[in-house]
């Protein structure tokens, strides 16, 4: 499975994402309204849309995201190694035009590679950089391309082997294919907690590298090689 392909044209991403508010009497009236129609399938018979509200996050309509990560592959002296760069605040314009900048900088045949990313990290990340009013990278962006121009890895995706009913968790995958778990401090129900009441970004960031680096692992696995050691992954500023 993938044999021929270029890890060096490959940036591996995860991103963290939040409600834009912190609770749901702070959500303007006109949102409030707005959500409780948005979610009146999604929740449960007895559910409000307040109480609802703490997943607010993964919906890019009253979501935001707080972290950007990226993991980039590199080789050398016959090895692999694996860098890593997070974009993270409290200003989600300036985290994506960071991100934005970088990757216009890079090749327009850069593929992106996420866990689930076709149905949550990419456009999640194309519908905020349009609310921000900033533009959508030529990588990301799908308008006009055929099915075999759009450059996006999806590694859940790759696991359902034409299977669309099957979800399999990134924690799932990396357990039955001998990878150390990312999900080893908190998960993704936990980062609006660990946001708005910790007020512990830095715990975020390393949660959403951890991802990255998991991500990276599988998809090496994949391409049936070795993972990368503990001393061959970097954090770069």
């Not at 692999?80 to 900088?105: C, M, P, T, V």
Request: charged share 25%.
């Amino acid at each position: 499975m993938l044999k021929m392909l270029d890890l060096s044209q490959v940036i591996v991403l995860d991103i963290e994402t939040v409600p834009q508010y912190p609770s749901f009497d702070d959500v303007p009236p006109h949102l409030q309204h707005l959500w409780e129609q948005k979610t009146h399938f999604q929740r449960k018979p007895d559910q409000s849309a307040e109480e609802f509200y703490e997943k607010a996050g993964i919906l890019a309509e009253f979501g935001k995201i707080i972290c950007i990560s990226l993991g980039i592959f590199s080789y050398q002296n016959k090895t692999y190694s694996l860098r890593l760069k997070s974009f993270a605040g409290h200003d989600e314009k300036e985290i994506l035009q960071q991100f934005s900048d970088l990757i216009k900088k890079q090749s327009p045949t850069l593929m992106f590679c996420a866990h689930n990313g076709k149905e949550f990290d990419f456009p999640y990340l194309c519908r905020r950089l349009l609310v921000n009013g900033l533009e959508i990278p030529s990588q990301l962006d799908l308008s006009g391309k055929k099915p075999w121009e759009v450059n996006h890895i999806d590694t859940m995706e790759m696991w359902k082997f034409g299977d669309y009913k099957h979800y399999t968790s990134l924690n799932l995958l990396a357990s039955i294919l001998n990878i150390p778990t990312p999900k080893d401090d908190i998960d993704g129900s936990q980062v609006r907690q660990v946001y708005y009441e910790e007020q512990n970004l830095e715990r975020i960031i390393t949660y959403c590298q951890k991802d990255v680096i998991t991500t990276a692992q599988v998809l090496l696995k994949f391409k049936g090689m070795n993972i990368i050691s503990a001393e061959n992954i970097t954090i770069v500023s």
